[in-house]
């Protein structure tokens, strides 16, 4: 019959260290990291829509922009030939200061502007004008302006007009 003095023996050997499988004890730190950048990016993102107001504008207002043009692209559609179209750019200055349009340059005669400088004052927003005429024969168009401002943040816009002139035909009766 063994005595407890023969069963108090001492292990002298190394201890066994034995690795969890992987995953097994939770989420892996760099897993973990992706998740909060995704959150965080989320974050942001969502903070610069409420600053914005647009989900279009996220990107120029991260790009550090102060003066941001709605929309860049104006799409006309089917238009009738020498037709007069008249568009709102809204322009949102989130600076904390006073911006102005100082002027523009047109790709043709056939857009009209509001007169400049305009400015706009801080945390604002202001709806400049354009007129366009159409092509005067049937087919694609593409104008643009390029608008050019005060703003120490990239200081020249470019507004990109596209549109399809198409000739209408009436049927008559008979």
Not at 81 to 105: A, D
Not at 118 to 144: C, P
Not at 147 to 159: H, K, P, Q, R
């Amino acid at each position: 019959m063994p005595t407890s003095a023969d069963s108090a023996e001492i292990d002298s050997s190394e201890p066994e260290i034995v690795l969890a499988p992987v995953g097994s004890t939770g989420l892996s730190s760099a897993v973990q990291i992706a998740m909060i950048a995704v959150f965080m990016l989320a974050l942001l993102f969502a903070y610069g829509r409420w600053r914005t107001g647009s989900v279009e504008l996220v990107w120029p207002w991260l790009m550090g922009r102060q003066l941001l043009f709605t929309p860049i692209k104006v799409e006309l559609g089917n238009v009738s030939p020498n037709q007069m179209i008249e568009k709102q750019i809204r322009v949102i200055n989130l600076s904390s200061k006073r911006l102005s349009i100082v002027g523009s340059q047109k790709s043709c005669g056939c857009i009209g502007l509001d007169e400049f400088p305009i400015d706009i004052d801080s945390g604002r927003s202001q709806n400049l004008r354009i007129n366009i005429v159409a092509a005067t024969a049937a087919g694609k168009f593409e104008h643009y302006v390029k608008f050019f401002t005060n703003s120490s943040s990239g200081n020249v816009v470019l507004i990109t007009v596209l549109g399809t002139a198409v000739l209408l035909y009436l049927r008559s009766e008979r």
